[in-house]
């Protein structure tokens, strides 16, 4: 995760990280979530800016807290496929603009996407000019 060169506030950064783990399925439906203190240590980071994202990451659903037994992600199907829908368009809109802003068509960025797909396989995703796998738990992006 890079948290330098974002001006934005590190815990909204944080809160798209936690929902990135979720949807992608790298933290399972159900899974127990790393505690505030493991998270504060791998993003070095004060905890109660963790705190902050969990608590959004609660009222957006995606987890659930438990007091006796620590936080959970959401069983529920159909908020994570909310969620990762409305990132998918995030994206896929961000991608067209800079697309659009290089000159590009509608065919060329088809003909781009096509070409690119099957360099990376199933569980890979492309970041700058590396590859990293997207099910790997011990890939936390801060590259």
């Not at 399972?28 to 994202?53: D, H, I, M, Y």
């Not at 959004?56 to 006796?68: F, I, K, M, V, Y």
């Not at 360099?119 to 801060?142: F, M, S």
């Amino acid at each position: 995760m890079q948290m330098s060169g974002d001006s934005r506030p590190i815990w909204i950064q944080l809160v798209e990280e936690f929902t990135q783990r979720i949807v992608s399925g790298q933290w399972k439906p159900g899974e127990k979530v790393p505690s505030v203190r493991e998270l504060a240590a791998e993003f070095t980071v004060n905890p109660n800016t963790v705190q902050r994202a969990l608590t959004r990451a609660d009222e957006d659903g995606l987890t659930q807290s438990n007091r006796t037994a620590g936080r959970f992600v959401t069983d529920d199907q159909d908020v994570i496929k909310q969620h990762r829908d409305n990132l998918a368009h995030q994206i896929t809109a961000e991608f067209i603009a800079q697309m659009k802003a290089l000159g590009c068509d509608k065919n060329a960025i088809t003909e781009l996407i096509n070409s690119q797909w099957n360099t990376y396989g199933p569980d890979t995703v492309a970041l700058g000019n590396e590859q990293k796998h997207a099910k790997d738990p011990h890939d936390n992006a801060r590259n």
